[in-house]
């Protein structure tokens, strides 16, 4: 276990990282941010911040010497950084492996589906050519999406036609995937933690609305059956273990009508529809991360209330004035300087 | 208000300051802390510090350049801070005259009365002299304590005989103040907050337990009648209004066998048995503080459920790994490098 004191290393200097920091320096953890954004949010919450490419051999052999462990705020830190990190002997948390299939489209669902967890059908995409034989075995609608680097909505195009799929491969190019569009009647997600010592926790499954690819508000309860709540959470079992995983991560599930699940997308780190957990659980998403990265014990992951997570997106930050004098709003922002659409800003949580 | 993006300015470097900080970044904004310790608590959680002495002009001009509001979180910052920084062009919540009344043990009492608010007896004594016709007057057991400068039960002696006396005058020295001896039933603190628009907000009364002048424990709800917790609430309401007070303040009170109150101290700040309201409350008092001295309005006050604080004093904070392992507590640790006895090291909050 790193004692009070010790210092967590974060990859990546955005929002997560910023309540990953705060909940470390709760816990009596020192954090250094390591990014290549200068004046990032995380940075301004930080005890100690290296602004440096993600590759810059000489700064990640510094920023190793001088944490305990090392974790990421994002899944697309290069593979090359982690190994860099390792090399230079640091512990680095979540493993090489789980960022290298949470960032490839094509390994994440081969790796589920040698689980046993269903996926929408799917078919790598290497050129044109078999972006058509991709349809014609998959049909319409499907979904092109860039095989690494996608998030928020971004590097995936709806199809329809096989129109559709030219003009989408002349944006997106390859690599990539094609999907089966999947009819589900609603979204959820499973926040899943594992410890150094092996043990796991779960939240409670969150359900999730998105508008045009972004996370829009997350609810709590879900309103799912048991018997799909229990699924979901067997199916993270299964990943946290076949990973060896230390930390939290996250699965975003569609529910079919009747129940069933079909596993949309790992992320291996804390996760916007986890952000309810900050007021609405005992341990927040951002504790246990840090609490498993440390190698210290899982805390509780009780929920305390019905609660709703609204992200504000773009100019919704804007209304900061009238959602801070909305006492049932607890109103959290990012410290982003430029407002931009589509940029996640903040978010507010109610408490039922 | 001061719009997020913002930077809030804190004088002291604490654990107090390093909470407070956090709760600002939640709200999107930066803080920049000014202190005279060299890698304080505070300081690793915010976006820039200030390491100087508290009557370092160039320093204090400095730093007022660059906020957009002063508060502090500790009420023993010189006057002459303050006034430099006014005169520097800062605003400064809360005011130089709250901050001056609750440094003086004598002054603080004579507000007090003047507003109805019941103190113990007291005398003011500069000499060996006065304190023993304090004594004779207020009679045995009384406390000396120095005028100036005490907190965490230091600077005060109990005194039961005339040798008592002369031996804590000789250790203490004047000027000091004589109080009687309050034999109280249990002691409860009023956590009060004022906006810059002079609404009020009030949290649940809390139940104090001291040992050895440090506060140990505090639960809520306070086992005193509604009637009790209404007369404290007057009483805040009251200070607040006479101070024109824009911020957190805390009141902490003797109760009387039978309900009547009696004012012990004025805190202008957030205050340590308030530090259930993180876990507890809608708003912590972290947040209720910023808000306050941001212009914003106040946040939501409601208790959420009972709850307990419990303090880690000195070697307590040692027990980290027991006390990360139970679940039940909401661990939080100030990240102070030092262990010594009597030192305020972090805090469990335990929910009901």
Known sequence: MIAPGGTIGILGGGQLGRMLSIAAAQLGFDVCIFTDEPDSPAARVSARTFVANYLDAAALADFARRVDVVTTEFENVPAQTAEALIAAGARVAPSPRALAIAQ??????LFLNSLGIATPRFAAVNSQAELDAALASIGAPALLKTRRLGYDGRGQIRIDTLQDARDAYEKLGAPGILEAWCAFEREISIIAARGADGATAFYDACENEHAGGILSRTILPAR??????HSAREAATAVLSALGYVGV??????VLPGGALVANEIAPR?????????????????????????????GSTERRCAVEMINLIGNDATQWATLAADT??????YGKRDTRTGRKMGHVTRLG
Chains 1, 2 share one sequence.
């Open 104 to 109: 490839d489209r094509v390994d994440e669902k």
């Open 224 to 229: 799912v059956e048991v018997q799909t709540e």
């Open 249 to 254: 991560l996250t699965i975003e599930f569609f």
């Open 270 to 298: 804390v996760h916007n529809s986890g952000h309810w957990t900050t007021e609405g659980a005992v341990t927040s998403q951002f504790e246990q991360h840090i609490r498993a990265v440390a190698g210290w014990p899982l």
């Open 328 to 333: 049932s709003a607890c109103l959290h922002l």
